[in-house]
Every structure is written in structure tokens, then in C-alpha cells.
């Protein structure tokens, strides 16, 4: 069982930046493939990013490519998103997932999500 706490989003103005973080329980977080997703206003949920439980593999959506980056710690039982450049259309309830190394997303854990604003 893993728990997640997602946190860092509010409301910036186009071309800045925010750093999420996703605080995880259970102790077998390192083993876990780390994901960010993202909904939007009458939207579906949607794949953002996603880190191997190693750090040695990372992908990302091509609409976020070049301006986020996904990391992890493991030690901390954290996953981060760092997102730079923001652009009014990265508004969205952003979600963190934690899923088993072989499984898909949507037999993942999954946190409360963070709201971020992007103003124009």
C-alpha cells in the first residue's frame, strides 16, 4: 500500500515556474515507477512524466518536453516535477501515480492532486 501527498502547485504567471513535490509512505517506494499526470477543465486525465523506481529512465510528454523535468528521491520517499516556461494550457489538477514496475497507470496509487493556474 502506498499513500501519496501531492504539493507545491498555486497560481503563477506565464513564463514562470513551479516545483511539485509527492510525498510517498510505504516502504517500498524505491521499487515503485513514479508518474505525474495532469486534467484539465473537461479534459481527460493525461500523461505528463514518468521516472523508473533506478532514476536511470525518464519520459515525458511531448507538450512538456524541454520544460519539465521529473525526478526522485528515494531516500526521501519524494518525487518531484520541476516545470519551467509555463504556459496558460498547463493549467490543470496535476496528479502523482505510483505504480508497480510491471503494471500499467491505472492500477497505480494515485494522491488527492495539486492545483496549478498558469495566468496569460
Known amino acids: 500500500q502506498v499513500q501519496l501527498v501531492e504539493s507545491g502547485g498555486g497560481l503563477v504567471q506565464a513564463g514562470g515556474s513551479l516545483r511539485l513535490s509527492c510525498a510517498a509512505s510505504?516502504?517500498?517506494?524505491?521499487?515503485?515507477?513514479m508518474g505525474w499526470f495532469r486534467q484539465a477543465p473537461g479534459k481527460e486525465r493525461e500523461f505528463v512524466a514518468g521516472i523508473s523506481w533506478n532514476n536511470g529512465n525518464t519520459n515525458y510528454a511531448d507538450s512538456v518536453k524541454g520544460r519539465f523535468t521529473i525526478s526522485r528521491d528515494n531516500a526521501k520517499n519524494t518525487v518531484y516535477l520541476q516545470m519551467n516556461s509555463l504556459k496558460p494550457e498547463d493549467t490543470a489538477v496535476y496528479y502523482c501515480?505510483?505504480?508497480?514496475?510491471?503494471?500499467?497507470?491505472?492500477?497505480?496509487?494515485w494522491g488527492q492532486g495539486t492545483q496549478v493556474t498558469v495566468s496569460s
Open positions: 501515480n505510483a505504480r508497480p514496475t510491471i503494471g500499467s497507470w491505472t492500477q497505480g496509487y
Open positions: 510505504g516502504r517500498t517506494f524505491n521499487r515503485y515507477v
